[in-house]
Each structure stands twice: as C-alpha cells, then as structure tokens.
C-alpha cells in the first residue's frame, strides 16, 4: 500500500505552488484549503532530539497584572514577562507575580503595605471558570474597601489570562465578610476592569444591614458557587448562580445555599439529581462560634440519610463535600460544618473517592475534601470515518496534563458511548507507561510514545491509522496550544509504521475530521 503523507512539513510543497500558480486563484472549499495550506510548510530547520518525562514544557508569555491606580479610581494592567508551563494551570505563578508588583508612578502594589501571600499546602482551587483563592491571615489587616480591591483585581488577571470567570477569596480557609458584624458575604466576584472602584465598593456596601437593623431583616441578592456531587461518585463539581437571601444571618444563608443545591445543576454534566434537602432537615441549621475562631454550621438529616441519597444515585462522602464547600465558600468565617444523621454525629467517612475520612469532633473541613475537586476536559475518539468530541471529568488538579488526556484515550469510550458507534482511537493494551516524554519546541509538540504503542498502530487498518494519527494530533495539539506535532517512538523517528501514513514528518491540527 503506498503511505500517504497527510499534512506531513514533506508533502509535495512544489507540486501544490505550481497548481496554484497556473490555476491562480485559492483553492474555494475550506477544508480542502486548511488541507493544502497545511501540506505547504517547509522542512524543520534542524532535527529536534526525543523528549524523556515533561521536563521542556516552560515558556514566555508577557501577562497583563491588575493593579489599583494611585488615585484609587480603577484597576491599571502591568505587562509582565512570566515563565509558565503548559503542563499546569499556571494560576499559582500568575497570582505570585501580582503580588510581588511593586508600585509604581500610576499605581499602588496590590495590598499597598500589607505582603499577600497564599495560604497552605493547595491554596488555589479551580475547577471550570471557577477558582477559590486562599490568602494568609496577614490579609486581614486590610480594609474592607482594599479587601475587595485585591478580589478585583485578582478576577480581573485570571480573566484575562486563565478560563477563570469567578473567583472566591478566603483567608485562612475562611470565607470573608464585607462588614463589622461579620454577616455581609463577598460571594464570587467577577471582572469589572473597565469600571470605577468607588463605585463598585458602594455597590456592595448597599448591601450591608442598615445601623440598628437585623441581618436577618436584610435581604441579600449575591452571586454564589454551588458544588455538585457527581454521578459517579467521582467528586464534585462548581457551579455560580446568582441567589437571593431572605436574610443576611449565617443560617438563612445556609439555608438558602441548600435550596438552591435542592434545584440541581443547569451546566455541570453528570451531576447528581438533588432531593429536598431543605425539606430533609429535621431542625434549622445552627451557627455556634468555634475554639480556634470562626463559625461552625451544624446540620441535622434524618438517621436513614444515607439510603435516602443512596436511592437517588449520591455517594455519602460526595454529599458531605458538596455541602461542606457550598457553605464554607460563602458563608462568612465557616471554618467546619457538623451533620447528624438523627442523633449520631457523623465523625468518619470511606469512599473510593475520598478514603478514610475521620472528622475529629465531628468537625468536617474543606481541605479534607479537595481530592475530590473536579473538572472537565475532552478528548477526540472515532465515530465511522470521522472523529468524535467526547467530555470527560478528571481530577481538577491533573486536567491540563498530557498523561492525563492520553489515559483517557487509552480507556476508551463508555458504555452508553459505544451504544451511540463511538470507537476508541488507540491501540488496544495501552496504559500510562506507554507515554514516555513530551516537549514543546520553537512551537512544535514533541511527543514520545513506547515501542508497543507503536507495535499496535502497526497493527491497524488504514483508515485506523489515519484516525489514531489525527486523534492525538488534535487533543494534544489543542490542550497545550500549539499548531503541529512530532511523534517519537522510542526516542527514534519512524517513517512508516502501519504503511498507511508516514510518521517522520510534522503533523498540523486538522479540525476538519472532527464531527
């Protein structure tokens, strides 16, 4: 069978240039013309040497820093020169080179005199468009309007570099408050670099209860992070919806934090199916002070809590997640909740998501939980002769990982994707030790891939090949970035493998075969 050089840098660029010079005109069909533009490029410059682990994935990239202006009146960008990785979210080097702005003649550092540090081993949650930052307790000695300066203009950095739409700021593992009385919430702020500073804090500062009135008389309209448990017992997930409160007292906020988990997901996939929960409860939800400071939320659910959610698909330890960061994420200085199921207090939980979980006191915290953080990502499969879209939630901590996106091509479809022809797209056999190395240079992907990943392409058809060859190219390609790739394997270049396609030149991402 002759192999066909499909989008490979060695595919008759004189042939292609003299058919378009005597036709004189482009090629009119899109695809054709992405095909044959990208048949077009030249020979690598130089030979690139096979990439061992993921050591080579640092790059440059200049990002715009938020910071407030002299006057107070708006946030200012700064261009900074960063090094990041493909291979992470990069939010933790973006967050840290903010904070190390120094002022200058048109602004402020952010903090002004105060270091901001983040706070603990995982101090940056993010899942989706969502990300909870963690501060030290030296935030705390800011002011309430500077507080909510440094949430500004962190949302308005994230924005404009990361997916990051909303962001939650905790200090010490606490939610903030924007008032004396500890009961006004910051909710989950989102980019307004355009708009005066002033006039946001007096937006917020509405909100408070009124001099001599109840919390609990002043309602509250604030936009909230709800985390769903997932199907699959997997973890959970975020998602922001904008609740009105009947009050601003820390159990009618938690009360309402409950009901609108009871409503279910609109956008996270594969999220449980909620009950009342609101109606679950056998008393209110009660809020007591806690020794080391802070609030604790305690929670009352009949004996049989765990049938219940058991019959309608909710893994134990999910449900307690979802809730004990729902509430924590808003709720104003909730550092634990407590749930009894009739009069036990819960103080251990097991589950293949989580493992052994003991809650010393009863006391359930969030960082107990952050294994369980999920997120979504996709990877390309086979569907006849085309390539299909498939979503999947991975660990929000791996999402961006290249091992990550192979394994997941590795295992293959689901049941109920197969029932739809879904096919995989790599060899059968195959597991992470497959992946040997991977490495971005002058802009190509570098990917590096074992000797039996290459005996089992061997071992496929041709319209396989071809499908398998363009799987990886555009699920590696798109995640990290980048317009084309070179396959390695073994440390060696190949030029044929199944007869079908030759695999020693570069490929360029080919959208055109995705359904």
Request: net charge negative; glycine share 8%; charged share 15%.
């Amino acid at each position: 069978m002759r192999k066909q050089r499909i989008k490979s840098i060695r595919s008759l660029p004189l042939l292609l240039a003299l058919t378009l010079l005597l036709t004189g005109c482009q090629p009119q069909n899109p695809m054709l013309a992405e095909q044959e533009a990208a048949a077009t490029l030249p020979p690598a410059a130089r030979p690139y040497a096979a990439p061992d682990g993921a050591s080579s994935l640092a790059y440059q990239a200049v990002a715009d820093l938020y910071l407030p202006s002299r006057d107070g009146q708006r946030l200012l960008a700064r261009q900074r020169e960063l090094t990041l990785n493909r291979d992470s979210d990069n939010i933790r080097a973006i967050l840290l080179a903010l904070f190390g702005c120094r002022a200058d003649e048109d602004t402020n550092a952010l903090g002004r005199q105060v270091a901001l540090q983040l706070s603990g081993a995982a101090p940056i949650e993010c899942s989706g468009d969502v990300c909870t930052v963690n501060l030290s307790s030296s935030a705390l000695a800011l002011e309430y309007d500077e507080l909510y300066t440094v949430a500004l203009a962190i949302a308005a950095t994230l924005a404009n570099q990361t997916p990051v739409h909303y962001v939650n700021l905790l200090v010490a593992d606490q939610a903030l408050s924007f008032d004396v009385g500890g009961n006004l919430p910051a909710g989950s702020v989102s980019a307004h670099p355009g708009e005066e500073l002033p006039a946001l804090w007096e937006q917020m500062t509405a909100r408070r209860t009124a001099l001599g009135d109840s919390p609990a008389t002043t309602p509250l309209t604030s936009t909230a992070t709800l985390y769903f448990p997932l199907r699959d017992g997997s973890g959970f997930m975020p998602e922001t919806r904008n609740l009105t409160f009947a009050g601003q007292s820390a159990a009618q906020l938690a009360s309402g934090l409950l009901s609108a988990l009871s409503s279910g997901a609109q956008y996270v996939q594969n999220a449980c199916a909620m009950p009342d929960l609101t109606a679950m409860l056998t008393l209110p939800p009660q809020v007591t002070p806690l020794t080391e400071g802070g609030r604790q939320i305690t929670l009352h659910f009949p004996q049989d809590l765990e049938a219940q959610l058991q019959a309608s698909g909710i893994d134990l330890s999910c449900f307690v997640a979802s809730i004990t960061w729902t509430l924590s994420t808003f709720i104003p200085s909730v550092g634990a909740v407590r749930i009894y199921t009739g009069s036990t207090l819960m103080t251990a939980l097991s589950s293949p998501a989580f493992g052994q979980l003991a809650f010393e006191e009863g006391l359930i915290r969030r960082r107990q939980f952050r294994e369980g953080l999920r997120d979504q990502t996709s990877v390309l499969m086979v569907r006849g002769d085309r390539l299909v879209r498939v979503r999947r939630d991975v660990s929000a901590a791996s999402v961006r990982h290249a091992a990550t996106l192979l394994k997941l091509m590795m295992l293959g479809p689901s049941e109920a994707e197969v029932a739809q022809s879904i096919l995989p797209p790599l060899p059968a056999g195959l597991d992470e030790t497959d992946f040997l190395g991977i490495a971005v240079e002058d802009g190509t992907l570098l990917v590096n891939l074992s000797p039996r990943f290459a005996s089992g392409v061997r071992g496929m058809g041709a319209s396989s090949e071809r499908l398998c060859c363009y799987a990886l190219v555009n699920t590696l390609c798109e995640a990290f970035g980048v317009q084309r790739i070179r396959f390695f394997w073994y440390g060696e270049v190949e030029e044929t493998l199944g007869g079908a396609i030759a695999w020693d030149g570069a490929f360029l991402l080919n959208r055109a075969l995705i359904e």
